[in-house]
């Protein structure tokens, strides 16, 4: 099996729909489907190739969702399989592809499955799809081991059995309503497959696999005595036993299958896993059609880091004879319009900003974010755009503690501000109730008074807009076949600070440092992120796409 070589994966551009918070349509402050279909025009005229919808599936909402208590039907607040059905419809009808996620690492501990593990002994059918374990120690009071979730705290709890004891723990690696399914177990196999089924005959055009990296953990669950994240994998520790174990590729080599009885569907990993060379395996050529490059997104906004990442990067793809896949936004990082604005010696992936935090500086921010934008978008492969990115929308960082709502607040004491400052419901009218999110004026998380600057109503047709400029970048990228071909580095071009490559005919000079580049003779100005300073010069943060003058 060979990859088609123009097939419209390798190179789409791809829009990230938090469903909560694009648009609501029945102004119970919470987005919704019919609010999503009726704003689809607006991804047409942006210039995208598809969408890509976050969980929508029946859940307690424990988790925003990726809690699924049912993978076959829409949860009431999203709406019906009937409005699912018309989101499609009408995405086709625009040219649009539509891709869903799904969350395979856990279910929701509302899961029919799962209450009927609790409901069962120790040994039992139903227990054995999910990780059930006996504890340590003289009563088994101790959990199975030291690992710890990625929300914070253990990821062990323990139940009452049937009879009123202390009973098993089960494993969950990330919220304790969240249990981690048992992927050596036959039947949980042949049930995505069932599920894989049930959507592609709906006619959605792919998957988002949550946590792709974390369905097989190491055998016998050795004990891992540090806090993790998604992305833990060091020199001196190696990899943790619950991420990137070899056997997750079995399981996707039998989706691809799945897949192939279908006409051009896709699959897409969410795998944080370093080096590059270990993500590639994800995308070889009967698994996986895309990964996320999520060393990408957290390489900071230095040249030589820069130009580093996307060497291997393509290199690493390349060798499998896949596309790499690049992001700098989505629902679980700080906005790059704001993240890029934190000082190099922070973290390089903070877990949200919370208003006691020192602020950054949201000018700066946009800047860079502009300019990191018309780096990502002029490189080969496929490229991902997180829903208000293209309005330049920063991270809400000044969220009041009692507004927040995602899980890692709470299990953290609220020491960790978590992911809600990314997830705020984006404006699309200055003057309109909730800035047009939803026609009550209600929104689930609180939106700053900030946004109205940023609504769609006030960036569309305005020249040098960041609506505009995403606007202009996506057609050229498409009309000059960016997505597709080589990348060859120019090494001559403004010093260390400068990264700058070619893509055809077309040059690409970003300046990161601190003085202004002139622009090579013989060229004009495509588009550039920021204006060119009084000398025609490219000032810093800012990233210019170029032609041949004749």
Known sequence: MTQQLDAWWRSAVIYQIYPRSFADSDGDGIGDLPGITARLEHLADLGVDAAWLSPFYVSPMADAGYDVADYRDIDPVFGTLADADALVAEAHRLGLRVIVDLVPNHTSDQHVWFKAALAATPGSPERARYIFREGKGEHGEEPPNHWRSVFGGPAWTRVTGPDGLPGQWYLHLFDVTQPDLDWTNPEVREEFHDVLRFWLHRGVDGFRVDVAHGLVKAEGLPDWDYDHGLLDSTEKLGRPPMWDQDGVHEIYRAWRKVLDEYDDRVLVAEAWVEPPERLAKYVRHDEMHQAFNFEYLTTRWVAADLREVITSSISATAAVGAPTTWVLSNHDVVRHTTRLALPLSGPKRPNGIKATDPQPDQVLGLRRGRAATAVMLALPGSAYVYQGEELGLPEHTTMPDDARQDPTFFRTGGTVAGRDGCRVPIPWERNAPAYGFS????????????????????????????????????????????????????????????????????????????????????????????????????????????????
């Open 439 to 550: 026609p009550s004026g209600r929104s689930w998380l609180p939106q700053p008074e900030s946004f109205a600057g940023h609504a769609a109503d006030q960036e569309r047709g305005v020249p040098g807009s960041t609506l505009e400029l995403y606007r202009e970048m996506l057609r050229l990228r498409r009309e000059l076949g960016l997505g597709l071909g080589e990348l060859e580095w120019v090494d001559d071009l403004g010093g260390d600070d400068v990264v700058a490559f070619r893509r055809g005919e077309v040059l690409v000079v970003a300046n990161l440092g601190g003085e202004p580049v002139p622009l090579p003779s013989g060229t004009r100005v495509l588009l550039t992120s920021g204006p060119l300073d009084e000398q025609d010069r490219v000032p810093t943060d800012t990233t210019v796409w170029l032609t041949p003058a004749s």
